[in-house]
């Protein structure tokens, strides 16, 4: 597949920032226990679905000490429609044991803390601080990952290389170029069906032929 050029690449980014610079997550959250998690259990499992479970969820646990001393049985019946529920529970809980020991309750918002908590790896970790602070990093999901290639700007193998690639291709507004692609990969350039027609990227598009544009 071609590769996007410097002056493309340049376009690409002007137009995502300038038509989704006030864009947040779509997860429902209000604090920094409540973004933690949720984006915890995004993981393999769509945002839809995560705001149907949390609102309950953290009725029943609402601070970071509460789910600390939870019963994991407990726990699991309120996370038992989404993927991966059985792990997702241990690690919440783990997660805010670890908070209210260590980080005296406070979620640590920074990249080497989080990544100390139950289930936070790096993508979790710049998820939360690009979200909660609008910190200049990048994650690469399963649509940031497939915008990415369709648009030619990675031809990467590993959504780990691919946000490397994008860090140094795009440099700044890292934040908002994240949730720009995030939304943009789920609402115009589908991974089935992509709404080419309305797609204002489709200059800069690698693939449109397959889409028959
Ligand atoms: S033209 Fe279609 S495939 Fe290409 S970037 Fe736009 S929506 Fe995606």
Do not use: W
């Not at 002007?14 to 993981?43: G, P």
């Not at 939870?70 to 993927?83: G, H, I, P, Q, T």
């Not at 989080?114 to 910190?135: R, S």
């Amino acid at each position: 597949m071609k590769k996007a050029t410097k002056k493309e690449i340049l376009e690409i980014q002007k137009q995502f920032v300038q038509r989704y610079s006030d864009a947040v997550s779509e997860l429902q959250y209000k604090n920094a226990y409540e973004l933690v998690i949720a984006v915890a259990l995004s993981a393999q499992c769509t945002d839809k679905r995560v705001n149907i479970i949390t609102p309950a969820l953290f009725e029943k646990y609402p601070t970071v000490q509460d789910l600390a001393k939870a019963e994991l049985e407990d726990v699991k019946k309120f996370l038992n429609s989404c993927s991966f529920f059985n792990n997702k529970a241990k690690n919440i809980v783990a997660m805010a044991q670890r908070v209210t020991q260590v980080y005296d309750g406070e979620i640590p918002m920074n990249e080497k803390d989080l990544q100390t908590l139950a289930g936070v790896g790096q993508k979790t970790a710049h998820v939360v601080m690009i979200e909660y602070m609008g910190a200049n990093l990048m994650a690469v999901d399963t649509h940031v990952f497939r915008v990415a290639h369709r648009l030619g700007l990675s031809d990467d193998k590993t959504a780990k290389a691919t946000e490397a690639t994008l860090v140094k291709k795009f440099k700044t507004d890292l934040h908002v170029l994240h949730q720009a692609m995030v939304l943009f990969g789920r609402y115009i350039c589908t991974a089935k069906n992509p709404k080419c027609d309305e797609c204002f990227l489709t200059e800069f598009c690698k693939s449109k032929a397959s889409f028959k544009v």
